[in-house]
């Protein structure tokens, strides 16, 4: 019934204008609209992310990661840009600098600036 849909990673934030410069200048995403209440942003293979405001909303999960083929290559680029990664010191994860051995892929997270947790994984 859904297969044929396009899914859209949604993200809560407090302030439009700074997710924008995050999301667009820091992480590099194509602005393909805005409005008050939202903007949306195109990804790799024709996907979307849409920001949209809302009071402060904590999380404590991954709500959206990118699927990279070069995950060293992509965490450089971002550090670059001013992103911070997670360093994982504990717990199950085996790391290796910012980037953490799951089962057969590995990933690596940051935060945008209300806090939410954007992921990296590479299969």
């Given at each position: ?27 590099g ?9 939202s ?51 504990e ?5 290796t ?27």
């Open positions: 019934m859904l297969q044929g849909s396009m899914v859209v990673a949604t993200i809560p934030v407090t302030d439009l204008d700074r997710a924008k410069r995050f999301y667009r200048e820091q992480l995403l194509t602005l393909l609209w805005e409005n008050p209440a903007i949306r942003f195109g990804c790799g293979g024709g996907t979307q992310l849409s920001v949209f405001k809302r009071g402060p909303a904590p999380t404590d999960h991954t709500l959206a990661h990118f699927e990279v083929t070069d995950i060293e290559g992509v965490v450089a680029g971002l550090e670059k840009r001013g992103v911070k990664f997670i360093d994982y010191d717990g199950p994860l085996q790391t600098g910012h980037i953490a051995q799951i089962g057969p892929a590995r990933g690596a997270w940051f935060h945008d600036p209300d806090g939410n947790t954007i992921g990296l994984r590479q299969a």
